[in-house]
């Protein structure tokens, strides 16, 4: 398959990316903005059409691992890479995975009934609306505060960790608003879709992604990040090399079947990729995945993109009417502008270079 790990010398010409319904200067023009500096810190593009890779782009630059400074790497298509926040979207996978096999409630279950260890919180009439659902949806109406820095030990993500109990800290926050009624970005309500996971499937979240996801796509190599309590970050640590997560998008692409093999229902992907609610900044969100819109020089209207978002600008984006799905690594951790690299990748060099449907 044309998405396999490539040597670095094996790369698309202009003539398959024309073949694909690009220009087949799209390479050449990733290059230019690249040097211009109009784009920033990128390490890996990636991106494929019908299963196809027409633009490959693998950079050198300082990354880290999960907060970790690990120096300057040379990136290529054998190098892991921090997905950050796009571990939340691969979550959302697994949740369906896990509930086409019968191994966890429904989204409208109960939440807190899942952690019946915590009779006090469990108990509360209030708490007891909010549903997996919600979770999924990052509708909780708890309080959630990821807005400061994540050097700062006051940012929720980060007091998760650094707790004695991450599942009472998360379960415990203070009520703000009325279950799925608003949006609020939190690593903590994905924390316990991951521990509702593992709970249903008795492995660790990585244990039961290796054998109901990545091994059936034939990823073999992954690393996930864990806290100082053992348990595997469901909210940002896995890293992937950028060939494998394309295959996670293509496998959404085809709707959850791969090479003849169902993984995932294409139930769970059509409701994934439905909105449930809106963020601030006006996108919709579905079950831990991004929804928008974006032109295109083939159509004449706007159509749908689907994205995992990752802190430091890491994007798998997805435009199934195109068939095309994108991978992007970059290096911009915590930054204010992060979210402008890979946007202007996705618009302004994959899709306005889209010609032929």
């Known amino acids: 398959m044309a998405i396999a790990q490539e040597p670095l010398s094996s790369f698309p010409t202009g003539d398959k990316a024309e073949a694909l319904g690009f220009d087949p200067a799209i390479h050449r023009k990733l290059v230019a903005g690249i040097e211009s500096g109009l784009l920033r810190d990128l390490h890996v593009v990636l991106s494929a059409r019908s299963e196809e890779v027409f633009l490959q782009h693998y950079a050198e630059g300082n990354d880290e691992e999960w907060g970790r400074q690990i120096g300057r790497v040379a990136f290529d298509a054998g190098t892991l890479h921090d997905l950050r926040s796009v571990t939340k979207s691969i979550v959302g996978l697994l949740y369906g995975i896990a509930l086409d096999k019968g191994l966890v409630p429904p989204p409208e279950a109960p939440l807190f009934a899942q952690f019946p260890e915590y009779p006090d919180l469990t108990s509360d009439a209030a708490r007891s ?123 959404l692409l085809r709707r959850g079947s791969w090479k003849g093999r169902r993984i995932v229902s294409e139930g769970w992907i059509e409701d994934s990729f439905t909105a449930a609610t809106s963020t601030p900044d006006g996108l919709g969100y579905g079950r831990l995945w991004f929804i928008g819109d974006a032109p295109a020089p083939a159509f004449a209207t706007l159509k749908p993109w689907h994205a995992g978002f990752g802190n430091g600008g890491q994007r798998l984006w997805l435009m199934p009417d195109a068939d095309i799905a994108a991978v992007i690594y970059a290096g911009k951790y915590n930054a204010w502008d992060a979210w402008a690299t890979p946007t202007r990748v996705w618009r302004e060099i994959i899709l306005a270079n889209f010609r032929d449907t």
Request: proline fraction near 7%; charge should be negative; include cysteine.
């Open 129 to 251: 609306k909010i549903t997996i659902g919600n979770a999924l949806t990052m509708t909780l109406g708890m309080e959630w505060d990821e807005n400061r820095p994540y050097s700062d030990p006051e940012n929720s993500e980060i007091a998760m960790e650094n707790a004695p109990d991450r599942y009472r800290f998360i379960l415990e926050r203070p009520i703000v608003a009325e279950p799925g009624t608003g949006w609020m970005y939190s690593g903590g309500s994905v924390a316990l879709v991951g521990a509702v996971i593992e709970r249903g499937c008795g492995k660790s979240l990585p244990d039961f992604a290796r054998d109901a996801l990545f091994a059936p796509l034939g990823i073999d190599r992954f690393h996930w990040s864990a806290g100082r309590d053992g348990v595997a970050s469901a909210a940002s640590g896995l890293r992937l090399t950028a060939p494998d997560l394309l295959k996670i998008g293509m496998l």
